[in-house]
């Protein structure tokens, strides 16, 4: 299985703030991750696909970047509603993976 | 609008059979894979299974290889998962979730359902 680890495990950040989540992969996966947002309660939402493709709706201020086994999530200006948890995810095997998460809170 | 809401869940004893269903509407449901991802309470995600859009592949979690059981009826928009020999790991939000390639397999998601809980007691 492709293990994916994220740092770091808890951010805290103030609103405006510009902030960076990595993920590293075990092995090279490409292009082949994605980024979720999930709030408490709630179910995952897709924000990034193909390391950097922006899903349909999510504003501008989130960006991806990375190939191979390295890779980032930015938040840019950080919002009230950007505070929640955030998971990368492999889907280059077949045995989809997730990194452990990592939860963004209000400085 | 794209749907997916899950049913099934609840409190079962170890050993014990649940099966679960998630019925699907917005979109055309006989195009795109399913899978199922669940999360214990308080931890990370976990993906449990995935069947392509005509049942052709289908894959399992290690976790849950042999016991649990993905299906799909395209002429009722349903997904299902019979999870039997359940265990006290097993506990956690189920969610359905829709695979975001037509006619493809990319296992990587950009619809989910709001989740059923499953509690695996005595």
């Known amino acids: 299985d492709i293990q994916m680890t994220q740092s770091p495990s808890t951010l805290s950040a103030p609103v405006g703030d510009r902030v960076t989540i990595t993920c590293r992969a075990s092995?090279?996966?490409?292009?082949?991750l994605a980024w979720y947002q999930q709030k408490p309660g709630k179910a995952p939402k897709l924000l990034i696909y193909?390391?950097?493709s922006l899903q349909s709706g999510v504003p501008s201020r989130f960006s991806g970047s990375g190939s191979g086994t390295e890779f980032t999530l930015t938040i840019n200006s950080l919002q009230p509603d950007d505070f929640a948890t955030y998971y990368c995810?492999?889907?280059?095997?077949?045995?989809?993976?997730f990194g452990q998460g990592t939860k963004v809170e209000i400085k | 609008e794209v749907q997916l809401v899950e049913s099934g869940g609840g409190l079962v004893q170890p050993g014990r059979s649940l099966r679960l269903s998630c019925a699907a509407s917005?979109?055309?449901?006989?195009?795109?894979?399913m899978h199922w991802v669940r999360q214990a309470p308080g931890k990370g995600l976990e993906w449990v299974s995935g069947?392509?859009?005509?049942?052709?592949?289908?894959g399992y979690a290690d976790s849950v290889k042999g016991r649990f059981t993905i299906s799909r009826d395209n002429a009722k928009n349903s997904l299902y998962l019979q999870m039997d020999s359940l265990r006290a790991e097993d506990t956690a939000f189920y969610y359905c979730?829709?695979?975001?390639?037509?006619?493809?397999?990319?296992?990587?998601?950009?619809?989910w359902g709001q989740g059923t809980l499953v509690t695996v007691s005595s």
């Open positions: 979730a829709k695979d975001i390639t037509r006619l493809g397999n990319s296992r990587m998601w950009n619809y």
């Open positions: 193909k390391a950097s």
């Open positions: 917005g979109f055309t449901f006989n195009e795109y894979g």
């Open positions: 069947i392509d859009w005509n049942s052709d592949n289908i």
């Open positions: 995810q492999q889907y280059d095997s077949s045995y989809p993976t």
């Open positions: 092995q090279g996966i490409s292009i082949w």
